[in-house]
């Protein structure tokens, strides 16, 4: 029985499993746990962050002495689409199908690049030097630069996970 061709079935289900590890996650399967555990907090601080967002902007947008920002609706709709994308994390870290993963990945880069926007356009906002707006401009930019550090981690583990 020295066939080198045959392949004990035990490795063919392994190579099988392997092939979309993070698809298949099993609580002792410690690569799945990762990206649970991963998308689940990115998730969560992004329905934080969006959160904060869209107080800020409904904030600024109530306020008649803020009347002057020109980026009024930009924390608003960047903190919604935000929200939509933490919650799209958990649906994934909970559900595990390619879909929910691949809905993750694609809001993850949507937000990537809103939070980019709404970075610049706040970093312009703070140039003005008015020192009520330099406040606000400034928990703005906070927020998206993490925003746009914890998109890039989830926008990473989901695409490892379609691979």
């Known amino acids: 029985m020295s066939n080198s061709a045959s392949v004990d079935p035990l490795d063919a289900h392994i190579a099988v499993d392997d092939e ?33 967002l869209l107080i800020v902007g409904i904030l600024i947008a109530s306020k008649s002495l803020y009347s002057k920002f020109y980026n009024v609706g930009t ?32 809001l993850s ?30 928990f703005v930019v906070t927020a998206c630069v993490l925003e746009f550090i914890i998109s890039i981690i989830s926008y990473v583990f989901c695409r490892r996970a379609m691979s």
Request: proline share 3%.
């Open 109 to 138: 880069f949507i937000s990537i690049l809103l939070s980019y926007v709404l970075c610049v356009i706040s970093f312009i906002a703070l140039s003005r030097n008015d020192p009520k707006e330099s406040t606000i401009n400034g």
């Open 75 to 106: 924390p608003i709709a960047c903190g919604i689409v935000f929200e939509v994308t933490g919650i799209s994390g958990w649906l994934a870290s909970y559900k595990k199908s390619k879909s929910t993963i691949r809905t993750c990945m694609v």
């Open 20 to 52: 979309h590890p993070l698809l298949r996650i099993k609580d002792d399967n410690k690569r799945g746990s990762v990206f649970v555990r991963v998308i689940i907090m990115c998730g969560v601080a992004q329905l934080i962050i969006g959160t904060s």
